[in-house]
């Protein structure tokens, strides 16, 4: 069965630090892609990686960083967490054959104090 | 950006009563899904439709796409306490691999 794992359901930081969010597919997908989640705004694509080492820029990567360097790992780099980052983070993996769904994480719900 | 919108935002409906959950999106596109979110979990992958197709079903799932009004609706029929969760279009349009998502559907199946 398709897994995807986030390595924390729940965060707790403080402002400034830097924070890594964690998410390894057993699926062999080729994309992966990381989202944050906020009540009324629906999903917004942080950033989404094509391919090891391979990165692109979402909706809203401001204040975000990625790394992917094995394929199983997609990784979320909060540089210097603020208040205004308090969110529900998913991870999604899909493979690039064909009309392919994305398969989710049960997310990271990240507070920042 | 946003390019689903789910209309109602919130829906609340007896046990096996139908339930209907429309989108309506911006530009055009390749193909259009629904997800499912359980209350603190991540999405779950629903149901698929291409451009090309007008309406598919899948168990208790009846899935419509109308492209010249952008829109598509969700038709869970008989519906249970079990089916209550967010529900959210989803569509993609240029690269197949990205997906943009709607605001989503809160549904409540009352036992």
């Known amino acids: 069965d398709v897994k995807v794992t986030q390595s924390s359901r729940y965060l707790v930081k403080r402002t400034g630090e830097k924070v890594f969010l964690e998410c390894v597919q057993d699926m062999d997908h080729e994309n992966m892609f990381w989202y944050r989640q906020d009540p009324g705004l629906g999903l917004r694509l942080i950033y989404f990686?094509?391919?090891?080492?391979?990165?692109e820029k979402g909706d809203i990567p401001e204040g975000y960083s990625v790394s992917r360097e094995k394929k199983e790992r997609f990784s979320l780099i909060l540089e210097s967490a603020s208040t205004n980052q308090t969110s529900m983070y998913l991870c999604a993996s899909s493979s690039q054959r064909g009309l392919q769904p994305q398969h989710f994480g049960d997310g990271t719900r990240l507070s920042i104090l | 950006s946003q390019q689903g919108e789910e209309d109602p935002q919130a829906l609340s409906i007896q046990e096996g009563e139908n339930a209907t959950m429309n989108c309506s999106y911006k530009?055009?596109?390749?193909?259009l899904q629904w997800y499912r979110q359980n209350s603190g979990r991540g999405l779950v992958h629903l149901i698929l439709i291409r451009s090309n197709e007008r309406e598919k079903h899948s168990g208790r799932l009846r899935v419509t796409l109308d492209t010249s009004k952008k829109s598509s609706s969700l038709l869970i029929t008989a519906s249970r306490a079990a089916d209550t969760a967010s529900y959210f279009c989803a569509t993609d349009a240029g690269s197949a691999r990205q997906l943009t998502f709607g605001s989503g559907t809160q549904l409540t199946v009352l036992p």
């Open positions: 990686s094509y391919d090891v080492k391979m990165k």
């Open positions: 530009t055009s596109i390749n193909n």
